[in-house]
Nanobody, 124 residues
């Protein structure tokens, strides 16, 4: 069982930055691919970014490519999502998720473990 805890959400003006973190309670992420997903009101949960357990392979949604960066620390204790140049449409609840071998890697249904979510609100 993997329990995930997100932190770092908040209110930011358009063009600003936020950094989200995801920690696995009581263990490391070793062996797990970790993804970030988001869900805006009235919309389905959508893929944002994912990092392989090795830390070398990443994948981003087109909507965030070049603005968001996913990373994990060397001890594989936390996974972060650095969000720059935030837009109004980035407003959503952001969730981290983990699984040993999600396939396809950008599909939410492939992930067994989820955090409780953290709210990101971008204002004009």
């Amino acid at each position: 069982q993997v329990q995930l805890v997100e932190s770092g959400g908040g209110l930011v003006q358009a063009g600003g930055s936020l950094r989200l973190s995801c920690a696995a309670s009581g263990r490391t992420f070793r062996g797990y691919d970790v993804g970030w997903f988001r869900q805006a009101p009235g919309k389905e949960r959508e893929f944002v970014a994912v990092i392989r357990w090795s830390g070398y392979d990443t994948l981003y949604a087109d909507s965030v490519k070049g603005r968001f960066t996913i990373s994990r620390d060397n001890a594989k204790i936390t996974v972060s999502l650095q969000m720059n140049s935030l837009k109004l449409e980035d407003t959503a609840v952001y969730y981290c998720a983990a699984d040993r071998n999600p396939n396809p890697i950008n599909e939410a249904r492939e992930y067994d473990y989820w955090g409780q979510g953290t709210q990101v609100t971008v204002s004009s």
